[in-house]
């Protein structure tokens, strides 16, 4: 059974860093691309960033370019998102999902990351 | 970035009817194009990618078609439980984008 499970939510101060997990289980975690959505309140789903599990190559919308890295640990069959210099509009759901090429056809369950003072 | 939009953004309707719902892209994404069903508190599960093949267990009520920049989501005899927000995906270019969605509530 294919599941992505995600770290719990956080709250993060303005100009501070978040760091959210995705831990795999169930497929072949290195034959896999990770992608990384977040929608915020009331906003239409917003593609991040993705990564080739197999040799780490990455992949960032253009907006998120100098704030995001995504890495991953085959050990555990983990992928991160870490985001940086964080605002008030970066507080919104933050989801990773397997990609078979057809549409992703698995999501973690979503982390909620709220940016406040 | 291609633009997904999608129309009605709210559509009301009845157990048993059969909602089509619409997405249009500003440029052709030939037939790369999935539809999602969000439940609130739930991440988004894939009901169609290829524009038109269901995902493994989706029900046969629902269909896709389309190519090109026309797209469309039909339920067959809605059930109670079809009552959710809808999202259509292009994954045929990068960057990756959605539609606003479609929230199909009881009437």
């Known amino acids: 059974q294919i599941q992505l499970v995600q770290s719990g939510p956080e709250v993060k101060k303005p100009g501070t860093s978040v760091r959210v997990s995705c831990k795999t289980s169930g497929f072949t975690f290195t034959r896999s691309v990770m992608q990384w959505v977040r929608q915020a309140r009331g906003q239409r789903l917003e593609w991040i960033g993705w990564?080739?599990?197999?040799?780490?190559?990455?992949n960032y919308a253009q907006g998120f370019r100098e704030r995001v890295t995504l890495n991953r640990d085959t050990s555990t069959s983990t992928v991160h998102m870490e985001l940086s210099s964080l605002r008030s509009d970066d507080t919104a759901v933050y989801y990773c999902?397997?990609?078979?090429?057809?549409?992703?056809?698995?999501w973690g369950q979503g982390t909620l990351v709220t940016v406040s003072s | 970035e291609i633009v997904m939009t999608q129309s009605p953004v709210t559509l009301s309707v009845s157990p048993g009817e059969r909602p089509t719902l619409s997405c249009r892209a500003s440029?052709?994404?030939?037939?790369?194009l999935a539809w999602y069903q969000e439940k609130p508190g739930q991440a988004p599960r894939l009901l169609i990618y290829?524009?038109?093949t269901r995902a493994t267990g989706i029900p046969a009520r629902f269909s896709g078609s389309g190519s090109g920049t026309e797209f469309t989501l039909t339920i067959d005899s809605l059930q109670s439980e079809d009552f959710a927000v809808y999202y259509c995906h292009q994954y045929n270019y990068w960057p990756h984008s959605f539609g606003q969605g479609t929230k199909l509530e009881i009437k």
């Open positions: 290829g524009a038109s």
């Open positions: 990564m080739v599990v197999d040799n780490g190559d990455t």
């Open positions: 440029q052709s994404v030939s037939s790369g």
């Open positions: 999902a397997s990609d078979g090429g057809r549409g992703y056809y698995m």
